[in-house]
């Protein structure tokens, strides 16, 4: 999982509710990404960002909200909006460098809402 | 958007076997990179494939890339106990500029029985 840890790992909420999931990185890279994971499913991006203080939509940004203020940290808030929110997300980094594109991932938070 | 598909989307050999997975994608590439996710567990890249290679090797991992047929296979020789697990590729397009965006596939799931 390298230097990328994802806290909590299991998550649980009830409809309504905002809940934060916490990333967070040292390895000192730049670009940071969140997914969204269903079951048998792969990885569809929901936000990334590429330096502090700007992130961008992924695919399926409706719903979740971003902040990056610390290049060390990117959390995700899944909002009430989130129509179905349980799944498991991902967070990841990557090194910067235009010829570098392999991303490293953190160990997930599984989210469950109740 | 899901770019990459992968077959077949389950898995299962014996302890010794080769087993090959193999995906397929519908725009042109950058490069195309394998990862591997233990149940539960986050992503682990194993290698990465150029748009300009043909083939590439890391340990018992064999990667193969046909642009012409859009389509990528990795095999994994002398496959051990320890390989059970999710195999996803993962392209990098030309459209996605300097963002590091990887679009995934949907997996294969490996078992490999004792």
């Known amino acids: 999982d390298g230097g990328i840890t994802q806290s909590p790992k299991y998550l649980f909420r009830k409809e309504g509710q905002n809940v934060t999931l916490s990333c967070e990185q040292n390895l000192n890279h730049d670009a940071m990404y969140w997914y969204r994971q269903d079951p048998g499913q792969g990885l569809r991006l929901i936000y990334y960002s590429q330096i502090v203080n700007d992130f961008q939509k992924g695919d399926i940004a409706e719903g979740y909200s971003v902040s990056r203020e610390k290049k060390e940290s990117f959390p995700l808030t899944v909002t009430s909006a989130q129509k179905n929110p349980t799944a498991f997300y991902l967070c990841?980094?990557?090194?910067?460098?235009?010829?570098?594109?392999?991303?490293?991932f953190g160990p997930g938070t599984r989210l469950t809402v109740l | 958007s899901q770019q990459g598909e992968e077959d077949p989307q389950a898995l299962s050999i014996q302890e010794g076997e080769n087993a090959t997975m193999n995906c397929s994608y519908k725009t042109s590439i950058n490069n195309l990179q394998w990862y591997r996710q233990n149940s539960g567990r986050g992503l682990v890249h194993l290698i990465l494939?150029?748009?300009?290679?043909r083939e590439k090797h890391s340990g018992r991992l064999r990667v193969t890339l046909d642009t012409s047929k859009k389509s990528s296979s990795l095999l994994i020789t002398a496959s051990r106990a320890a390989d059970t697990a999710s195999y996803f590729c993962?392209?990098?397009?030309?459209?996605?500029?300097?963002?590091?965006?990887?679009?995934f596939g949907q997996g294969t799931t490996l078992q490999v029985k004792p």
């Open positions: 494939i150029r748009s300009n290679e």
């Open positions: 993962a392209t990098s397009t030309p459209g996605s500029g300097n963002t590091g965006k990887l679009i």
């Open positions: 990841a980094s990557r090194p910067p460098g235009r010829t570098y594109n392999e991303q490293f």
